[in-house]
């Protein structure tokens, strides 16, 4: 059985850093694992994954010191079971108002008697194909679930979700959260940085990790010191657009 690095470091309070990953590439994700991101999302919730590209761009990153996260569309239990049977260890659930959600999730990642997960794993990339015969007993215990709240209900709802058993940390969406809060397209509106900022606390305060995307550079530092320490940095995506868009203007500017 793998230890979960992250887990394990979101669990002392570390900061941790990473990276989305939207492009569904495995060179892409090849790319991000080498350059030493504390971690690398896969990003099944906007952008087009099957579960057969999940599989191969957590074979992409495998070889690599970083920790695969997988985003999932939806916080469904028969997709949690298909990616933590395909090795994954750290999901994170998007859209988890209640405490209810939130357990039903645990109880998905995790086998009777704790929870539901299906007991499958000796077919499954995640054992090896059975070749650890002690994973069952130990995949529980390595499992690093994190919740997404991004609506005003789960801002409601947060001391609760927090106290729900088996939730490692919840991480803020800062876009969704603005919209739902009436600010679409604005997640620096005061009224949402300051319930961000109440909402990092609240978190930090349960002995959870707070996850937040800011991929402005000049805000990473305040992100940190509000007690953000899981902290998405950029997208493939993004950097992508930013580097092509950049070498055009360059080139035009150099040629005219
Ligand atoms: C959001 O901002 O809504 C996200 O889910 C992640 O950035
Ligand atoms: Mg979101």
Redesign the pocket.
Known sequence: MQENKLKAALARGEMQIGTWLNLMSDTAAEIAGAAGFDWCLIDA?HAPYDVTMIQSQLRALAPFDTSAVVRLPVGEVWMVKQVLDLGAQTLLV?MIDTADQAREMVAATRYAPRGIRGMGAAVARASGYGRDTEYTAHADSQICLIV?A?TRLSLANLDEILAVDGIDGV?I?????SADMGYPGN?DAPEVCAAIKAAVAQIRAAGKAAGF?QYDASSMAYSKEIGVNFM?VCADVSLLRAAFENAVADARRDLS
């Open positions: 919730e998007p997404q991004e991480f969406g800062p876009a969704d959260l997640p995307f998405c």
